[in-house]
């Protein structure tokens, strides 16, 4: 399988990721030499096996539903690039 | 007074407890060291002052008599790992100025246990590469050097950054991480110790995420016992990582020394690869024989998908580095660059701080995740995960107690060398360490000999779930065995 520039220029987008119209060749080429790579996966016969979920056999483990943690506003907005009344701030998002 | 540095981990502790030096004198004389190699670039953050107040706190427990296992012992912390207070970038622009308000539980253990820290290591960019030249704050380079030459050497990655300041002496050991190779090829390029433990054996917490179902942090150090020590502090359950194995965590160093004889040792042939340098290949026979030669019984074995691991490694450690790596949007850390709508701010501040080689694997990742795709790629990935861990487990089942490898197909390479044109190139250097984290085993690489252009190179043992202890024992016998490296002698300083 090999992906065209159109399906660079989605995939850029799904991973929001600006590409440049220069860029996107070489990105191309990359990724599809990548695919090239796994290509041989094809052609292993996986009828009937599970796909591993864990990597250790073990039951998954759960914690009780209680609030543990809070009350820690400063610390959460410590590294925030813009912030405001203990807010993270982002461009208006609805009209 | 001798110079300090050139100590081990475990002289160093023993001179401190017999009051030879001080835990402020050993951590003075790995300060200087450290700001005489800026050349080497292994540090991207240097912490002397932090390092020399915990040591003088640890050199008033020591005159209590309450020094703990890692008392006063001098380590550099890879810059994956979430520091308290201290600048962690994952080598990433993204995350440059990042100072987080919390420690990673691996890191947390090391303090409880009384080291102290000299400062972030460098690393490829979020984890990913194979020659740590695609940090953001430039390469590492190699304390190594060809013989005859002047040529920088990569210290292999992504743990590169802790790899080269065990090497140069720029630490007594380093805290690493492991999801295709990258504590055992760097290990191996420079001459050291690493050990990827069983995937559970350490809590991932607080450690910058790359792969989930196949990170795992372990450390690098000079030799097999300084290690163990390392890794009996690093390991243990934590509540905060829900993949992290309830059990207890054994005293490593007892099983270091401990006898080999009646071990069966496997040998598969499927990592005989077409086209294996005659050097690697002769380096693996003398390997086989040292553990002969201790008492091993050695055994042919088969692991018949190994050849898939590599190809199926770069769907599933894209896919779920594409998931993770999500986080980072502008908006609550790091990097941001303004745009006129929220997706544009997104899509500008995502392009400007992830590096070539991690946007190119977030878009395979989120390739092979998308609409119709899922199923050919990801799920395919999965399942043959699950036979090539069943190929150990066969293995494993008929007695095999380990498996002697090859760590890489080659020494290590000049800067610039590999990976130009094709990125599969540089993908090629993990094709003996990735099937490990593929089954969630242990894997050791310890020194075995010299390259002919002098460059180090490393075996790899390949352990049961959970049983790093046989790994140790074996580590310690062909450590015995091989010719004695000599760490290189400062040239950069």
Redesign the interface.
């Known amino acids: 399988m090999s992906v065209d520039l159109a399906t660079v220029r989605r995939i850029a987008h799904l991973a929001r990721i600006r590409v440049s119209d220069e860029e996107a060749p070489f990105l191309q080429n990359e990724i599809n030499s990548i695919l090239d790579f796994v290509e041989e996966l094809n052609a292993v016969d996986v009828e009937g096996v599970e796909p591993m979920t864990s990597v250790q056999p073990m039951a998954m483990k759960k914690r009780v539903d209680m609030v543990t943690d809070g009350n820690i506003v400063e610390k959460i907005l410590a590294n925030a690039p813009a912030r405001e009344d203990g807010f993270f701030v982002v461009p208006k998002v609805i009209e | 007074m001798s110079d300090l540095t050139r100590l081990t981990l475990a002289e160093a502790r023993n001179g401190l407890a017999s009051k030879k030096f001080s835990a402020v004198e050993l951590n003075q004389a790995f300060v200087a060291a450290v700001a005489r190699a800026k050349s080497l670039n292994a540090y991207i953050v240097e912490t002397p002052d932090k390092a020399l107040e915990q040591a003088r706190a640890s050199d008033e427990r020591i005159a209590k008599g309450e020094a703990r296992p890692l008392e006063g012992i001098p380590l550099g912390i890879k810059d994956l790992y979430a520091t308290e207070g201290v600048q962690t970038t994952a080598a990433s622009h993204i995350l440059e100025?990042?100072?987080p308000?919390?420690e990673s539980t691996v890191s947390a253990n090391l303090w409880r246990d009384g080291a102290t820290m000299l400062g972030k290591l460098n690393l490829d960019e979020f984890a990913m590469g194979s020659s740590n030249e695609t940090s953001f704050f430039g390469p590492v380079i190699s304390p190594w050097r060809r013989k005859n030459s002047d040529a920088k050497i990569v210290p292999g990655g992504s743990s590169g950054g802790s790899a080269a300041a065990v090497a140069a002496r720029l630490c007594l050991g380093a805290t690493a991480t492991d999801t295709g190779g990258s504590i055992r090829q760097p290990a191996a390029f420079t001459g050291t110790v690493g050990i990827k433990p069983?995937?559970?054996r350490c809590s991932r917490w607080g450690i910058v995420a790359f792969a989930s179902?196949l990170d795992q942090a372990g450390p690098i150090a000079q030799n097999v016992r300084d290690a163990a020590i390392l890794l009996r502090s690093m390991a243990g359950h934590d509540?905060k990582d829900?993949?992290s194995?309830?059990a207890p965590v054994p005293d490593y160093e007892k099983a270091v020394g401990a006898s080999v004889k009646g071990k069966v040792i496997g040998i598969p042939k499927e990592y005989r690869l077409d086209g294996m340098s005659a050097e690697i290949a002769a380096l693996w026979d003398r390997g086989v024989e040292w553990l002969r030669a201790a008492g091993a019984e050695i055994r042919e074995i088969s692991l018949p998908?190994t050849?898939?691991a590599l190809?199926?490694y770069?769907?599933v450690a894209p896919a779920e580095a594409?998931s993770n790596l999500?986080r980072y949007?502008?908006?609550?850390?790091?990097?941001?660059k303004?745009?006129?709508?929220?997706?544009?701010?997104?899509?500008?501040t995502?392009?400007a701080g992830?590096g070539k080689e991690v946007?190119?694997r977030?878009?395979?990742g989120?390739?092979v995740l998308?609409a119709g795709y899922y199923d050919?790629?990801y799920?395919?990935?999965?399942?043959?995960?699950?036979?090539i861990?069943r190929d150990f487990d066969l293995a494993y089942q008929t007695g095999v107690d380990a498996i002697l490898t090859p760590a890489t197909p080659s020494p290590a390479f000049a800067l610039g060398e590999k990976g130009a044109a094709?990125?599969?190139e540089m993908?090629l250097n993990d094709v003996f360490t990735v099937t490990v984290n593929m089954a969630?085993l242990p894997g050791l690489v310890v020194p075995a000999g010299l390259s002919s252009d002098g460059l180090p190179l490393g075996l790899q043992l390949i352990g049961r779930?959970f049983d790093e202890e046989t790994l140790f024992a074996l580590g310690e016998a062909i450590e015995e065995a091989a010719p004695k490296i000599a760490l290189p002698e400062p040239w950069w300083a």
């Open positions: 100025g990042f100072v308000r919390y069983t995937y559970g179902s509540p829900t993949t194995v309830d998908h050849r898939h190809p199926a770069y769907i594409s999500a949007d502008g908006v609550r850390y790091g990097l941001r303004t745009g006129k709508d929220i997706v544009d701010l997104y899509e500008l995502r392009a992830f946007r190119r977030i878009m395979i989120t390739y998308s050919a790629y799920l395919r990935a999965q399942k043959i995960r699950t036979l861990k094709d990125p599969v993908y969630g779930p």
